[in-house]
């Protein structure tokens, strides 16, 4: 079945970096664009951006640009969501996503999830 | 960036009862490209409709999807005990993919 599973949980200090993985299976990695949305503590949800794995394009949300990278790995299908400068509000869990399928149909849903990698930033 | 405002925040219900669940958008959203996603405590959201009206795999019938515009609606016919969650409506129709702030439906 298509599963996406997620590397596991972080303590960063402020000023670091954090890279989150996503193992996809299932489903033909370089088809769908992998999206990134966190959720902080009792809040909603956030949408960060989308990766592209077979052409390696990205699409950041203004607020994290310049922080944020996102990659892939198609030869082992898995996703990368970096984060740096880390601050404490960026503490929350880190879902990944299959997005955008990149042949027709061009659905655009997500879904499945991964099962979400939490992330606490503190000294 | 279309702004998504969903209402209202807090829905108290009884098993049984039926539950409306509305979503806005700041700007027209192509149906296409318009989801809701359940989330229960401590799990990871759950795609549940999308195109505005499809049900995803396995999701009951007791939820319908409608609307279309900047007006959309989750409707959940007859609350079974495992439907208590949050409820956020999505658009992928323009950059930036934005979320509604949630609505908790709650057992009274």
């Known amino acids: 079945q298509v599963q996406l599973v997620q590397s596991g949980a972080e303590v960063k200090e402020p000023g670091a970096s954090v890279r989150v993985s996503c193992k996809a299976s299932?489903?033909?990695?370089?088809?769908?664009?992998i999206n990134w949305v966190r959720q902080a503590a009792g809040q909603g949800l956030e949408w960060l951006g989308w990766?592209?794995?077979?052409?390696?394009?990205?699409d950041y949300t203004m607020k994290f640009q310049g922080r944020i990278t996102m990659t892939g790995n198609p030869s082992i299908s898995t996703a990368y969501m970096e984060l740096n400068s880390l601050r404490s509000d960026d503490t929350a869990v880190y879902y990944c996503?299959?997005?955008?399928?990149?042949?027709?149909?061009?659905?655009?849903?997500?879904?499945?999830w991964g099962q979400g990698s939490l992330v606490i930033v503190s000294s | 960036e279309i702004v998504l405002t969903q209402s209202p925040g807090t829905l108290s219900l009884s098993p049984g009862e039926r539950a409306t669940l509305s979503c806005r958008a700041s700007?027209?959203?192509?149906?296409?490209?318009f989801s809701w996603y359940q989330q229960k405590a401590g799990q990871r959201p759950r795609l549940l409709i999308y195109?505005?009206?499809s049900r995803a795999t396995a999701v009951p019938d007791r939820f319908t999807g409608s609307g279309s515009g900047t007006d959309f609606t989750l409707t959940i016919s007859s609350l079974e005990p495992e439907d208590f969650a949050v409820y956020y409506c999505?658009?992928?129709?323009?950059?930036?993919?934005?979320f509604g702030q949630g609505t908790k439906v709650e057992m009274k």
């Open positions: 996503t299959r997005g955008r399928r990149l042949v027709a149909p061009g659905t655009r849903w997500l879904d499945p």
């Open positions: 299932g489903y033909a990695f370089t088809s769908y664009e």
């Open positions: 990766m592209n794995p077979d052409n390696g394009n990205t």
């Open positions: 700007q027209i959203v192509s149906s296409v490209y």
């Open positions: 195109s505005a009206s």
């Open positions: 999505q658009q992928s129709d323009r950059s930036p993919w934005t």
